[in-house]
């Protein structure tokens, strides 16, 4: 059964959950409205839409934030895990997730141990890579035609290094005008130090051979646009040599470690990035004064060597007097030995012509041998009187021929003894005329063809007498006559002509 008593009535309204969220969220809106927290930053992400969403947490608490696309570019960083910053924004809560969070608008770092725990990061990693090696350092141009200046265009940085530019050596000054603090300084610094580097060497404007990243002191939250991880490595990817010019003596940035050369102020690296004219005059007059010197130097010590090469050269005119002398004095006496030499060589000629036997009677002589030689023959083979008649004439042709030429030889020899200056005595010329002479005898008996018979050759002629020398020449059944030491016989041919041919050719062969 329904209890039939009423319900109790209670006076405490009654809200919806959207009514409570929205109650609480004017809540915290109107309390707070802006606040500065400080913490450290921790899960921070960024979304593919722009926005970023992170965390800031000290011992105890933790709080959720958010910054909205539009306030990224004037948040004033970078949100980085570990870093400790006082974040300025509003509370606002998330009533679908019945959270607060904070809408962050500005960041800054909390203090200066903060800003150099974040700079001493940043320096290690880079160290790591190798951007600080001493190695990947260039050395500055000696006379740069054009220097760039990364800078701002308002101050006193820009103004002091164009009058000591102009007081030491006037050149072309480019100026890429940056903002060297503040929202964004980084990225134009970064992007200025790249256009540089980017120019073409041949264009207008031209490319500059140097540059300068300069500004004047401030703070360490005012330099830290040169501690940014883009400007360190947009100088250490560019190819011109550079200069890093920021802030005082005693400051240090990190655009430092990797420039090629740290000035300790915008004047002093002016005076870096180009030298002095007046320096260049007198180290040039200096240079030009010792190469005076020196040539002079080199001058005086040739001039002592060449004096001492002269000395030790010998009177040259008087060595030509001398020769000249004697070779007048051999030509004297060269005109003088001549015909008493010519008179002795004819004196001597006349002696040796006197006892010259007499041609004719060698010729005699040999004649007479010839003809025993020819009797002996005669008697010797009655058979070959034709031959022999024909072989002594040959002879005798040999003889008188031999006999010609023995004559021609001493009639040479005597003229080239009545010619030359030699003491060739004309006995022995007519001695090895005599031996040549008795030589030919025993020649001729031994060309004879009746010596060659006698060892038992046999001599084959026609019937006519004609000497036959070749197979391949006689005719089948042709008549042959063969001549024997001790008489001739008749012969007849026999055999094929070709195979005698053959024969022939083998024996050629």
Not at 314 to 343: I, N
Not at 383 to 403: C, E, F, P, W
Not at 487 to 500: E, N, S, Y
Request: net charge positive.
């Amino acid at each position: 059964m329904d209890d039939p008593r009423p319900l109790p009535v209670s006076n405490m309204p009654e809200y919806t959950v959207s009514e409570i969220s929205g109650a609480v969220k004017r809540t915290l809106e109107t309390t707070f409205g802006r606040v500065r927290i400080r913490g450290e930053l921790t899960e921070v992400k960024r979304y593919p839409s722009g926005h970023i969403y992170l965390s800031l947490k000290d011992e105890s608490s933790k709080i959720s934030g958010i910054v909205w696309k539009g306030s990224v570019a004037r948040l004033g960083m970078v949100p980085e895990n570990g870093t400790e910053v006082i974040a300025t924004g509003r509370i606002s809560a998330y009533g679908e997730r019945s959270s607060y969070q904070l809408i962050i608008e500005r960041m800054e770092y909390a203090g200066a141990g903060a800003l150099l725990a974040r700079i001493e990061a940043i320096r290690l990693r880079l160290a790591a890579e190798g951007l600080f090696d001493a190695g990947r350092k260039r050395a500055l141009p000696g006379l740069p035609r054009v220097i760039g200046v990364v800078t701002s265009e308002r101050g006193a940085v820009i103004q002091d290094i164009k009058i000591t530019i102009a007081r030491r050596f006037p050149t072309t000054i480019l100026v890429w005008p940056v903002p060297v603090q503040g929202e964004g300084a980084a990225e134009r610094i970064a992007a200025a130090i790249a256009g540089f580097d980017a120019m073409p060497g041949g264009g207008d404007p031209p490319r500059p051979d140097v540059l300068i990243v300069a500004r004047g002191g401030g703070s360490l939250e005012d330099l830290m646009a040169f501690n940014e991880e883009l400007v360190v490595r947009a100088v250490a990817a560019c190819q011109i040599p550079v200069i890093s010019a920021v802030g005082h003596e005693t400051d240090t940035t990190l655009i430092d470690f990797v420039s090629d050369r740290r000035a300790p102020t915008p004047t002093a690296a002016a005076e870096m990035a180009i030298p002095a004219r007046a320096d260049l005059i007198a180290d040039l007059a200096q240079k030009g004064s010792r190469l005076i010197g020196a040539l002079n130097r080199l001058a005086q010590e040739s001039r002592l060597r060449l004096v001492r090469a002269e000395r030790g050269i010998p009177d040259l005119p008087g060595l030509l007097g001398a020769a000249r002398q004697r070779l007048d004095d051999r030509t004297e006496r060269a005109l003088m030995a001549l015909p008493s030499l010519v008179a002795r060589r004819r004196v001597v000629l006349t002696s040796v012509e006197r006892r010259l036997p007499d041609p004719r009677s060698l010729t005699a002589a040999a004649r007479e041998a010839m003809r025993d030689r020819a009797l002996r023959l005669r008697l010797s083979a009655p058979g070959l009187v034709a031959i022999r008649r024909s072989g002594l004439d040959m002879a005798s042709q040999k003889l008188a021929g031999a006999v010609h030429r023995a004559m021609t030889v001493l009639r040479g020899r005597a003229e080239r003894v009545m010619g030359r200056v030699s003491a060739t005595p004309l006995r022995s010329a007519v001695r090895e005329a005599r031996a040549h002479l008795a030589g030919l005898g025993p020649r001729l008996d031994a060309a004879s063809p009746m010596a060659l018979l006698q060892r038992g050759y046999v001599l084959v002629t026609t019937p006519a007498g004609l000497p036959v020398t070749s197979a391949a020449s006689v005719k089948p059944n042709g008549k042959l006559r063969l001549h024997f030491a001790d008489g001739a016989i008749d012969a007849v041919a026999q055999g094929d002509r070709k195979r005698a041919a053959g024969a022939q050719e083998r024996l050629d062969l």
